[in-house]
């Protein structure tokens, strides 16, 4: 006699399932029992589900660790940027102005611009704020930032950046910080996030990039003219502060 089908099959639990499930599993463990009877092992560490776990305690602890700090401005740039350096001195200027003008300062918490714009926020008696990312080689947070929260996984890290800030400040940079550029001003083409002013500070080093987004990019029809309003040039910290602080970081500042 063939098995009759529905729900009086053998191959199906009558008891209810979590999550998903396969027809034809074998039935007769529990949870509990396969938790308790698995002999001790790292291995399962290692698996995908477990890394699931792990990226959702990294949302789970950034936003706890993020979810007071009020009105802040992310800055980005060259993790190589070395002290004395022009653009050094511009990204302590950023952050020292940031923090004048009322509002929290977060960086990669690294090296270069990102320790420039911690040191001046920090130096200014701010919230000066490092989200560190696990690399493959020792690097920690540099010594400037007050409030450090450590990442292993980009992604979790980068939603951070635009989540609890309310604008971007671009100081020259490599493949990092055209990442977290570009990444933002996706967002903002999207319409995922509104009111986001991403201002890019000394136009003599971005114009070369903004130039081929126009002449290449909107020509051959790949952009709109319209996603260059995205973006803003400044060549002092003082103009790129205050193109930021006119968008809602400015508005939240103003509303105390
Ligand atoms: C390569 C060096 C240090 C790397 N350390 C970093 N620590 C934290 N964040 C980093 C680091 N490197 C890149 N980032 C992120 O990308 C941006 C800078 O990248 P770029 O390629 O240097 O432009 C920066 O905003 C960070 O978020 C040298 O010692």
Do not use: C
């Amino acid at each position: 006699m063939s098995a009759p089908t529905g729900s009086s099959s053998p191959l199906r639990s009558k008891k209810p399932r979590f999550g998903s499930w396969r027809k034809g599993a074998a039935v007769g463990s529990t949870a509990d029992s396969r938790l308790l009877d698995t002999p001790p092992s790292s291995d399962f560490t290692h698996t995908d589900p477990w890394r699931v776990m792990r990226i959702q305690s990294e949302f789970v602890q950034g936003f706890d660790s993020l979810a007071e700090i009020g009105p802040a401005i992310s800055v980005f740039g060259s993790a190589r940027t070395k002290p004395g350096t022009r653009h050094y001195e511009m990204g302590v200027e950023v952050g020292r102005r940031l923090v004048e003008a009322g509002v929290a300062v977060i960086t990669g918490g690294g090296p270069g611009s990102m320790e420039a714009a911690n040191k001046g926020a920090f130096e200014a008696d701010g919230l000066s704020i490092g989200l560190g990312i696990e690399l493959p080689f020792e690097q920690g947070m540099n010594q400037w930032v007050g409030l450090g929260v450590d990442f292993r996984y980009f992604f979790a890290r980068k939603t951070m950046f635009v989540k609890y800030a309310q604008g971007f400040v671009v100081l020259p940079g490599g493949l990092g910080t055209l990442d977290e550029l570009f990444e933002a001003m996706v967002l903002v083409q999207t319409s995922k996030v509104t009111q986001f002013p991403i201002v890019l500070v000394d136009s003599a080093f971005w114009s070369p990039l903004v130039a081929w987004i126009k002449d290449t990019m909107v020509e051959q029809g790949l952009v709109s003219p319209g996603d260059l309003d995205i973006i803003a040039l400044a060549d002092t910290p003082e103009e790129a502060v205050a193109l930021v602080m006119a968008g809602e970081a400015g508005n939240k500042v103003a509303a105390g």
